[in-house]
């Protein structure tokens, strides 16, 4: 049976929070992390499945990948949404929230930089404003040996 791209990935999030592997440390006390969790699985959905299935492969997606950007994110949970009309924008043709998505930004890249430092992701290559490009990925969330192994594929296949 072919699940929807992700679903393994899941598996693995949910995983890694059943082993305490996504908390925060709070007044000396180390607890769950919901941000965490929702942005790790957000990108876990988001991103092929390790080993990837025959349609994966087809489409040449890289497993444990996600190189889609935080506005993705933070307009699928609904964080650039406007107070107020003049709040808007109109950037390429498209009414835009530069105010709200600047703070998405921020929010986001700093539960990236938890999990980057907790050893759940990995940056492979940094974004570029300039060049339209968004940061890459890897979600280092299998065994070491299996991340490894993700990586040495995706390094392969993208040519970093």
Same mark, same amino acid.
């Given at each position: 049976m072919?699940h929807e791209?992700?679903y393994?990935? %899941? +598996?693995?999030? *949910?995983?890694?929070?059943?082993? !305490?592997? +996504?908390?925060?440390?709070?007044? !000396?006390a180390r607890?769950?992390?919901?941000a965490?969790?929702?942005?790790?699985?957000? %990108?876990?959905w988001?991103t092929?499945d390790?080993p990837l299935?025959k349609?994966a492969?087809e489409k040449?997606m890289?497993?444990?990948?996600y190189?889609?950007g935080?506005?993705?994110?933070? &307009?699928?949970?609904?964080?650039?949404?406007?107070?107020?009309?003049? *709040?808007?924008?109109?950037i390429?043709n498209e009414p835009? @929230?530069?105010?709200r *998505?600047?703070?998405?930004?921020n929010r986001i !890249?700093? &539960?990236?930089?938890?999990?980057?430092?907790a !050893?759940?992701v990995?940056?492979?290559?940094k974004?570029?404003v300039?060049?339209?490009n @968004?940061?890459?990925?890897l979600?280092t969330?299998?065994t070491?040996e299996e @991340?490894? *192994?993700v990586e040495?594929?995706v390094?392969q296949?993208m040519?970093?």
């Open positions: 072919d791209m992700g393994r990935n %899941m +598996l693995a999030v *949910e995983e890694l929070a059943s082993q !305490g592997k +996504l908390t925060v440390t709070h007044k !000396g607890s769950f992390d919901f965490q969790y929702a942005l790790l699985s957000r %990108m876990a988001l092929a390790w299935d349609a492969k040449h890289l497993p444990r990948t190189a889609s935080w506005l993705k994110i933070a &307009i699928d949970w609904g964080m650039t949404l406007p107070q107020s009309m003049d *709040e808007l924008v109109a390429g835009r @929230n530069p105010k *998505e600047q703070l998405a930004y !890249g700093k &539960i990236a930089k938890k999990l980057e430092s !050893g759940l990995k940056c492979l290559r974004g570029n300039q060049r339209k @968004n940061a890459v990925w979600l969330i299998g070491p @991340n490894a *192994e040495a594929y390094r296949h040519y970093l």
